[in-house]
Each structure stands twice: as structure tokens, then as C-alpha cells.
């Protein structure tokens, strides 16, 4: 439903701001051009002071120009309202207008400044930053950009995932480069014919044979499941977070290799049907 200003602002709003504006005289001027003139000096300097303070601090650029903007914005809006008094007119006219206004505005962008607010919330409160692997909004990748509307991923096959900041802040994140060490799990089976003895020792060694992998904590290996057809494996070793996927592609090529050279065999879903003679 659409708002506008007429069906929200009573008539005798909008008639005494009328009539303020007909009662503006040549002193009533000269005032108001004196008070905007010590204004903007005013907003000078604590626009310098603002941006003397930003630079020290250790907020992301893109939160120091919001609020740079927000400020200014607010200190043009004192601003007028103080010029406006000392022209006559009714200050609270004029708010009223612009509260109406800003109803307007604010219900026709709700999406817009609810992730400008999701975009303060992630800058302000780091829960990642450019260059980190995360999964946000659904969606898994390395963070390419933090913007005030959009937060940008680039996913593993380098394709560019632009997800709103108020579906990141809104859904758990996980950041996967937060720690310097990361933990690689392969799932794996082999059939029950195969020595489970032989199968743990056979993936702890593929893993203590990879350069990248850290010998502390050391690699191991467990059985996860007993499932119908096969043992569930698991194996489970570390390397620096940098290296995961180099790790993970590694040892997920050599696992097949490995088996084979130790006689394990790696079965599938299938049915033995055994015939007995009467």
C-alpha cells in the first residue's frame, strides 16, 4: 500500500508551515545566513576531529566512511533545523514532514537498510575478514569482498557469490581459516574380508607419508561404522589451514592406490545369495 505525505500529515501541519514561510523577513534572513556560515565551520571542524580519530582506529575503511557519512548527514540536519529556527519557521512542522518522509522511505527500502545494518554488524564485529574460507548465507567460499550490501564469496571452482549481508548475519557462520591448523576427515570402507588391523595401519601410514600432514597432533584412524556391506573408516589428520585442500585432494587420490598395494579390498553394496542343495 502505498504512503504519501497528504494522508499522514495533518492539514494543519502542512498550513502553519505555510504560513511560517510568509512570515520570513530581511532580518530573519540576515540571522539565518550568519547561523548557517558559524554551522558550517562548526561541521568543519568536527568533521576534521572525526576523521583524525578514524584514522587511528583499527575499524575497517568501510565502516569509517559510513559513519563519516552518518555524522555528516546528522550535523547538515541540525543544521537546517537551527537555520530554519531562527527563520521562523515552526521546527516541529518540519519534523513531523520529515518523519513521514522517512516512514515512506524506510517501509519502501526494509531490504536495503536491513543489510546496510547486516553489513555494520560484520564489519564491526569481524567475524571474518578478505581472504578467509567461511561458509555464510548457505553458501561456502573465500571471502572476496565485505561490502555495506553485499558480502562477496569465491567458491572453490571460482565462481563469485554475491549473498546479502542480512542472510550472512542472520545464519550460523563458520569460518574455516580462523585457526592456523586445520583437521582433514576421509570416510572411507573395505570390505569385512579385509584384516581391520591392516586397514587402520594402512591409512595412518598414507597420512604420515604426506609432507604436509602435521606430525602433531599425529595422524589416526578409527572405525566408524559396521554397515551391511562393508566397515566405515575414518581417517583423520591435521595440516596447516592453508595447505587443507592440497592434503585432502592428495590423500583422497592415494587411498585406492594404498588399498590395492596391501590387498584391501574396497567393496560396494551388494547382495551374496548362497545356494543349499536338499
Not at 31 to 36: G, P
Not at 140 to 163: C, H, P
Not at 192 to 221: F, I, K, R
Amino acid at each position: 500500500m502505498a504512503i504519501t505525505i497528504t494522508d499522514t500529515v495533518p492539514e494543519e501541519v502542512t498550513q502553519n508551515f505555510r504560513e511560517n514561510i510568509r512570515d520570513i523577513t530581511a532580518s530573519k534572513v540576515f540571522s539565518a545566513v550568519i547561523v548557517a556560515v558559524v554551522s558550517l565551520l562548526v561541521i568543519k571542524v568536527l568533521t576534521s576531529l572525526l576523521d583524525r580519530a578514524l584514522r587511528r582506529s583499527k575499524m575497517e575503511d568501510t565502516l569509517k566512511k559510513l559513519l563519516r557519512t552518518l555524522f555528516k548527514g546528522i550535523s547538515w540536519f541540525v543544521a537546517i533545523i537551527v537555520v530554519l529556527g531562527c527563520l521562523g519557521i515552526e521546527v516541529t512542522s518540519l519534523v513531523a514532514v520529515l518523519s513521514v518522509i522517512g516512514l515512506a522511505f524506510s517501509l519502501a527500502l526494509q531490504n536495503f537498510l536491513s543489510n546496510v545494518a547486516g553489513g555494520m554488524q560484520l564489519l564491526a564485529s569481524h567475524p571474518f575478514k578478505p581472504g578467509d574460507y567461511v561458509e555464510a548465507g548457505g553458501c561456502s567460499g573465500t571471502v572476496s569482498e565485505i561490502g555495506m550490501f553485499y558480502t562477496r564469496l569465491a567458491t572453490y571452482d571460482n565462481k563469485l557469490v554475491q549473498i546479502p549481508n542480512s542472510s550472512v548475519v542472520s545464519a550460523n557462520i563458520v569460518n574455516y581459516s580462523a585457526q592456523a591448523n586445520r583437521r582433514v576427515d576421509l570416510m572411507v570402507s573395505a570390505a569385512y574380508d579385509s584384516p581391520l588391523g591392516l586397514v587402520l595401519s594402512t591409512l595412518v601410514e598414507l597420512a604420515e607419508a604426506h609432507e604436509l600432514v602435521l606430525g602433531d597432533p599425529a595422524p589416526a584412524a578409527h572405525v566408524t561404522s559396521y554397515g551391511d556391506n562393508a566397515i566405515g573408516y575414518a581417517l583423520r589428520a591435521w595440516c596447516a589451514t592453508a595447505d587443507y585442500w592440497t592434503v585432502y585432494n592428495d590423500l583422497i587420490d592415494s587411498i585406492k592406490p594404498a588399498f590395492d598395494a596391501a590387498g584391501i579390498q574396497m567393496t560396494y553394496p551388494h547382495v551374496n545369495v548362497h545356494m543349499v542343495e536338499e
